[in-house]
């Protein structure tokens, strides 16, 4: 399922930056991030795929300045 949402730019500037840093898309921090609450609030089980599958980046920008590329 596609879900469009608007963040703040300090989100996003905190999102590019965790991008930068780990390597994992922008995409997968927010739907990991999005388990993690609902896992704590009882409308997920912990055990759930998206807690744990994480994918790296390929943005525009951002895949060439991950700190695993060579």
């Not at 930068?20 to 896992?39: D, H, N």
């Not at 994480?54 to 991950?66: D, E, H, I, K």
Request: aromatic content about 2%.
């Amino acid at each position: 399922m596609r879900l469009d949402a608007k963040i703040t730019a300090d989100l996003d500037r905190a999102l590019n930056e965790l991008v930068l840093a780990t390597g994992v898309a922008k995409a997968s921090l927010v739907r990991a991030a999005l388990a993690q609450y609902l896992a704590a609030h009882g409308a997920l089980t912990p055990e759930h795929p998206e807690l744990i599958t994480l994918a790296p980046t390929a943005g525009p920008g951002l895949a060439s300045q991950r700190k695993d590329t060579p």
